[in-house]
């Protein structure tokens, strides 16, 4: 049957579908690539909207593609020890998605300003973009290799010849 795994794959398939629309006829469609010189207004508007909708799918999708492994974890690695592991990382991988997902949505006041803000007509203020990319960078990075180390330390147990325990990591 399905696991929970499973379910998580398929969210983070049907979160990836808007993504590859919303590249494909909205934020390419607008310009983006493009030296913002040779774009008018409504097209630099437009790819700052796709653009937005797009940071916050990025992140959710980051998010349950990373739930999707620790959840496959949970379903080949029964011991108590290694299971409380996993839900604490899953915990924290919700906690640290649902915070991304929320900054990405409103990080500017008003939420139009993030795509009218360009223009120098319209009044908003928005936090530091910056700040929350490489944060984000940062943070995501240090869970892909947590989450990369989990299986290898479970690797240690494995009654393996030490030769076998390296080719079994190094796949």
């Not at 240090?142 to 080719?167: E, N, T, V």
Request: with cysteine.
């Amino acid at each position: 049957g399905l696991g929970l795994d499973d379910w998580f794959v398929l969210a983070t398939m049907v979160a990836a579908v808007p993504s590859a629309f919303i590249t494909i006829y909205g934020t390419t469609a607008n310009g983006l690539g493009k030296d913002i010189w040779t774009l008018d207004a409504q097209s630099i508007t437009n790819v700052l909207m796709y653009f937005y909708v797009m940071a916050s799918l990025y992140f959710l999708q980051a998010t349950l593609v990373k739930l999707a492994i620790v959840t496959f974890y949970m379903r080949i690695f029964p011991s108590r020890d290694t299971q409380r592991l996993l839900w604490g990382t899953f915990i924290f991988t919700s906690l640290w998605g649902l915070a991304y997902v929320i900054a990405a949505i409103t990080q500017c006041q008003p939420i139009s300003y993030f795509w009218t803000q360009w223009d120098g007509l319209h009044e908003g203020s928005c936090v530091d973009a910056s700040g929350i990319a490489w944060s984000n960078a940062a943070i995501n990075i240090a869970l892909d290799l947590w989450i990369l180390a989990i299986p290898l330390w479970q690797l240690r147990s494995l009654q393996l010849h030490w030769k076998k325990k390296i080719g079994v990591a190094l796949m």
